[in-house]
């Protein structure tokens, strides 16, 4: 069952409730019904700025990680189960995953090149951890930059993506949207103006499930990012 539509009275939120279903367009739920956005609202407890560097706990996390993806591990990740479902759906909508590629996919070939999982602050290490725990890609919105909750439809023609003036979109594409705009291209990072400034209070994660990917993994991957956000 979807939730609520666009325009629809918004879910209830809470920072002790569990991931939120995000709504999806008729035409979504017609042609892709495998696929769901989970989404939750968070308050930031840590200290460190969203942006600045990672503190101690989250660096070591990185390095630990950064050991596991070697050789082997890396080159055979796209035929592990999780990255493979989103292979799979790459396809579907019309995407080459081997041009396009896949978040971990993207992510484990970097890790290749630079040797290393690098940081890139706090909010992209957390989330960059929580996928390769579970495959599954989080991205992260400030809140306050939100006009209800989350969905995924598709574009129309002209539309920008965000509010703060970002390209505008053909027809068709799919798209994280809240009620009046366009929030990001289905698999891309955030338009401008909506990712969480450094000193947000509260952020809105989400997590795209297609089929293959079960519900307990995308949950896993934002009850990850919740708890390392809110440790002080």
């Known amino acids: 069952m979807s939730a609520d539509p666009p325009g629809g009275a918004a879910a209830e939120r809470s920072d ?4 939120l279903e995000g709504w999806r367009a008729p035409e979504v739920e017609i042609e892709l019904p495998g696929l769901r956005l989970l989404w939750a609202e968070i308050a930031v407890g840590r200290r460190t700025p969203l942006g ?8 070591q996390r ?30 579907q909508i019309g995407l080459d995953p081997d041009v396009d590629r896949t978040p971990i ?21 957390v989330r960059l951890i929580a996928m390769l725990d579970t495959g599954v ?6 809140s306050s930059s939100l006009d209800g909750d989350l969905g995924i439809r598709s574009s129309t023609e002209g539309e920008m993506l965000g509010r703060a003036g970002g390209p505008p979109l053909p027809a068709g594409r799919l798209v994280v949207a809240d009620r009046s705009a366009a929030l990001a291209l289905l698999f891309s990072e955030v338009a401008p103006g909506h990712a969480p400034r450094s000193r947000a209070e509260r952020v809105s ?22 708890a390392a956000l809110q440790s002080p």
């Open 16 to 19: 002790d409730r569990g991931p």
């Open 52 to 59: 600045g560097d990672s503190p101690p706990d989250i660096q």
């Open 62 to 91: 990185l390095r630990g990680l950064s050991s596991s993806f070697r050789g082997a591990r890396a080159v055979a990740i796209r035929r592990e189960p999780i990255p493979a479902a989103y292979r799979v759906f790459y396809r």
């Open 105 to 125: 996919e993207e992510a484990v070939l970097d890790r290749m090149l630079r040797g290393a999982f690098l940081s890139g602050g706090l909010i992209d290490d």
């Open 137 to 142: 890609p989080v991205w992260a919105l400030d």
């Open 205 to 226: 994660l989400y997590a795209v499930q297609v089929q293959g990917v079960p519900t307990l993994y995308v949950e896993e991957a934002l009850w990850a990012c919740r």
